[in-house]
């Protein structure tokens, strides 16, 4: 990290509840420039609750309720004026995938033509580009024409992330996106992701604690709407973290 | 010391309680059926007698010629093309706006107080008789809005009684597609209207339309509402004449010719009414059916 930790997102006692039911109790952290945030912890932890206040699609529940501060390069997401250029500027990855019911290149172009673009030429380089990224391209590439949905559920998967991908982010968030995906491949988009940072940020919530001690340079345990612990990924797993819980939790005493 | 023998009674023997589970199911099954074959019967059995009585009229020649001898003989045209200018003025009416608004209900509206009481009044709506917007009809559009008796008053109160029909099928077809594909757009910064154009449309375009060709036979059959506001015993028109009406015109329409040859007129031809009743119930039965290819097609394109 020689870019001596610039800050790409600011979180300051943030907290979320959906109506009466507080899931985010007042949480802090930063997340600096080219660095493999992880985020583990168990379910129902608030997880996705957290990377939705990223992106503010919280705003599509109508009974959640956001407080605390949560800046983005410096603007603050609950004041910005261009919400669709925040959610671009955050590349997001669903746990469950989700084909759009267009055809696999439409999948990928979506976005890209959302934002005005609409030279054959340039749609084409980005679905490649993207495709190849999410590690689907060899797979696919006789078949653009054909729909995401008909894809298998490891595919429609890489297809959200190619998608995610798609509209240049220089933040990425994935929740938990290896869930329908074999080893193999997710070793592949692993390495990807290995060379994403040098381009990007990446915020990676993760059930597997092993890939976030793979691939994370610091790692969040998030436990039930507070963080337990923040640190480098070599302490929280191989060093001493200094919370009992988390010491327990990374070496599968629970969770 | 030999084994004794296994017991005969294994795993699968057939117990009495296999008996009565066997028997119970039998029942269910016999019961359901008949329910379901007691469906078509009424269908079968009004069709059959219908054009049995209608025999002797039914040609193409009773479609296309006006009614003649005082409307105890000959066709029937200026009531079919009637209803075809009331039907069709009707849906351009209420198509747009009720398909716009449930798109607003469906897409845009948050659940407050406001869209509560929206959603509320389109239930009710729908459940108002149709005797009751055929007097408000009476009320607004004869008077009020003084377009007198003719078929721009009669379209509009069939328009407004369809309307909340067609907002109701048309959200549940708009509900029909997977929340997950909004997000999905949502997600990488597509705007609400984008998210609509691209995904929710296309894939919700076919109940959409099945919703609107339902109320096309609806408003065919209705006799209070234009009834009371545009729809007359008798009216001059040419023989095949695609156009005889003007907006401001009164007209004839089918459900209220079939009303008047079976009550108003007296010595009518026997088969004249039944004739009548075959030709709306046919019109009516083709414009489902029409709705069910679509459907048909357009559900083999289905994207998930």
Same mark, same amino acid.
């Given at each position: 990290?020689s870019?001596?930790?610039?800050?790409?997102?600011?979180?300051q006692?943030?907290?979320?509840a959906?109506?009466?039911?507080?899931?985010?109790?007042?949480?802090?952290?930063?997340?600096?420039?080219?660095?493999?945030?992880?985020?583990?912890g168990?379910?129902q932890?608030?997880?996705?609750?957290?990377?939705?206040?990223?992106?503010?699609?919280?705003?599509?529940?109508?009974?959640?309720?956001?407080?605390?501060?949560?800046?983005?390069d410096g603007?603050?997401?609950?004041?910005?004026?261009?919400?669709?250029?925040?959610?671009?500027?955050?590349?997001?990855?669903?746990?469950?995938?989700?084909?759009?019911?267009?055809?696999?290149?439409?999948?990928v172009?979506?976005?890209?033509?959302?934002?005005g673009?609409?030279?054959?030429a340039?749609?084409?380089?980005?679905?490649?580009?993207?495709?190849?990224?999410a590690a689907?391209?060899?797979?696919v590439?006789?078949?653009?024409?054909?729909?995401?949905?008909?894809?298998?559920?490891g595919?429609?998967?890489?297809?959200?992330?190619?998608?995610?991908?798609?509209?240049?982010?220089?933040?990425?968030?994935?929740?938990?996106?290896?869930?329908a995906?074999?080893?193999?491949?997710?070793?592949?988009?692993?390495?990807?992701?290995?060379?994403l940072?040098?381009?990007?940020?990446?915020?990676?919530?993760t059930?597997?604690?092993?890939?976030?001690?793979?691939?994370?340079?610091?790692?969040?345990?998030?436990?039930?709407?507070?963080?337990?612990?923040?640190?480098?990924?070599?302490?929280?797993?191989?060093?001493?973290?200094?919370?009992?819980?988390?010491?327990?939790?990374?070496?599968g005493?629970?969770? | 010391?030999?084994?004794?023998?296994?017991?005969s009674?294994?795993?699968?023997?057939r117990?009495?309680?296999?008996a009565?589970?066997?028997?119970?199911?039998?029942?269910?099954? +016999?019961?359901?059926g008949?329910?379901?074959?007691?469906?078509?019967?009424?269908?079968?059995?009004?069709?059959?007698?219908?054009?049995?009585?209608?025999?002797?009229?039914?040609?193409?020649?009773?479609v296309?010629?006006?009614?003649r001898r005082?409307?105890?003989?000959? +066709?029937?045209?200026?009531?079919?093309?009637?209803?075809l200018?009331l039907?069709?003025?009707?849906?351009?009416?209420?198509?747009?706006? +009720?398909?716009?608004?449930?798109?607003?209900?469906?897409?845009?509206?948050?659940?407050?107080?406001?869209?509560r009481?929206?959603?509320?009044?389109?239930?009710?709506?729908?459940g108002?008789p149709?005797?009751?917007?055929?007097?408000?009809?009476?009320?607004?559009f004869?008077?009020?809005?003084?377009?007198?008796?003719?078929? &721009?008053?009669?379209?509009?109160? &069939?328009?407004?009684?369809?309307l909340?029909?067609?907002?109701?099928?048309?959200?549940?077809?708009?509900?029909?597609?997977?929340?997950a594909f909004?997000?999905?757009?949502?997600?990488v910064?597509?705007?609400?209207?984008q998210?609509?154009?691209?995904?929710?449309?296309?894939n919700?375009?076919?109940?959409?339309?099945?919703?609107?060709?339902? @109320?096309?036979?609806r408003?065919a059959?209705?006799?209070?509402p234009v009834?009371?506001?545009?729809a007359?015993?008798?009216?001059?028109?040419?023989? +095949?004449? &695609?156009?005889?009406y003007?907006?401001?015109? @009164?007209?004839?329409? &089918?459900?209220?010719?079939?009303y008047?040859l079976?009550?108003?007129?007296?010595?009518?031809?026997?088969?004249?009414?039944?004739?009548?009743?075959?030709?709306l119930?046919g019109?009516?039965?083709?414009?489902?059916?029409s709705?069910?290819?679509?459907?048909?097609?357009?559900?083999?394109r289905?994207?998930?």
């Amino acid at each position: 990290m020689s870019a001596a930790f610039v800050k790409r997102i600011e979180v300051q006692e943030l907290r979320l509840a959906y109506d009466s039911k507080e899931v985010l109790h007042g949480i802090s952290f930063d997340v600096y420039r080219n660095e493999i945030l992880a985020v583990i912890g168990p379910a129902q932890s608030g997880k996705s609750s957290m990377l939705r206040c990223l992106n503010r699609t919280t705003d599509f529940t109508a009974s959640a309720r956001m407080s605390g501060t949560v800046r983005v390069d410096g603007e603050d997401v609950r004041r910005t004026k261009d919400v669709f250029a925040l959610r671009r500027k955050i590349g997001m990855v669903a746990p469950l995938p989700v084909g759009l019911p267009l055809t696999i290149y439409d999948n990928v172009a979506f976005a890209p033509r959302c934002s005005g673009l609409t030279r054959r030429a340039e749609l084409d380089a980005i679905v490649e580009r993207c495709l190849r990224q999410a590690a689907l391209w060899d797979e696919v590439k006789d078949r653009l024409t054909s729909l995401g949905t008909a894809l298998s559920g490891g595919q429609q998967q890489r297809l959200t992330i190619a998608r995610a991908l798609s509209h240049q982010p220089e933040i990425l968030c994935l929740d938990e996106f290896s869930i329908a995906i074999d080893p193999v491949t997710t070793m592949r988009i692993e390495d990807v992701l290995k060379e994403l940072r040098r381009e990007m940020t990446i915020l990676l919530v993760t059930n597997l604690t092993q890939q976030a001690r793979r691939l994370s340079d610091r790692t969040m345990f998030l436990w039930d709407g507070e963080i337990v612990e923040l640190d480098r990924s070599d302490v929280i797993f191989s060093g001493s973290p200094k919370s009992q819980r988390t010491r327990d939790y990374v070496s599968g005493v629970f969770g | 010391m030999a084994l004794a023998p296994a017991p005969s009674t294994g795993r699968f023997a057939r117990t009495s309680h296999v008996a009565r589970k066997e028997l119970a199911q039998a029942v269910a099954k +016999g019961v359901f059926g008949a329910m379901a074959a007691a469906m078509v019967l009424p269908l079968l059995l009004i069709v059959g007698y219908l054009v049995w009585l209608a025999w002797p009229s039914l040609a193409l020649e009773f479609v296309l010629d006006v009614p003649r001898r005082g409307m105890t003989d000959g +066709g029937i045209w200026p009531a079919f093309v009637g209803t075809l200018y009331l039907v069709g003025l009707s849906l351009v009416v209420s198509t747009p706006i +009720g398909v716009l608004a449930a798109v607003y209900l469906n897409e845009y509206a948050r659940d407050n107080w406001f869209n509560r009481v929206v959603h509320l009044a389109v239930i009710n709506l729908a459940g108002v008789p149709s005797i009751v917007h055929a007097l408000f009809g009476l009320g607004a559009f004869v008077y009020a809005a003084r377009f007198g008796y003719s078929i &721009l008053s009669a379209a509009l109160t &069939l328009a407004i009684m369809t309307l909340p029909v067609i907002i109701a099928s048309t959200r549940e077809a708009l509900a029909s597609v997977p929340m997950a594909f909004r997000e999905a757009c949502w997600n990488v910064g597509a705007t609400r209207w984008q998210t609509i154009q691209a995904v929710v449309l296309p894939n919700s375009i076919s109940g959409i339309l099945t919703g609107v060709i339902l @109320q096309v036979s609806r408003a065919a059959g209705e006799t209070a509402p234009v009834m009371f506001t545009g729809a007359v015993f008798f009216k001059v028109v040419e023989r +095949g004449d &695609l156009f005889p009406y003007a907006l401001k015109d @009164q007209c004839m329409a &089918l459900s209220m010719h079939l009303y008047t040859l079976a009550t108003q007129v007296p010595n009518v031809k026997e088969s004249l009414p039944y004739a009548t009743a075959v030709v709306l119930l046919g019109s009516v039965l083709l414009v489902n059916a029409s709705a069910i290819a679509l459907r048909v097609f357009l559900r083999g394109r289905k994207r998930w």
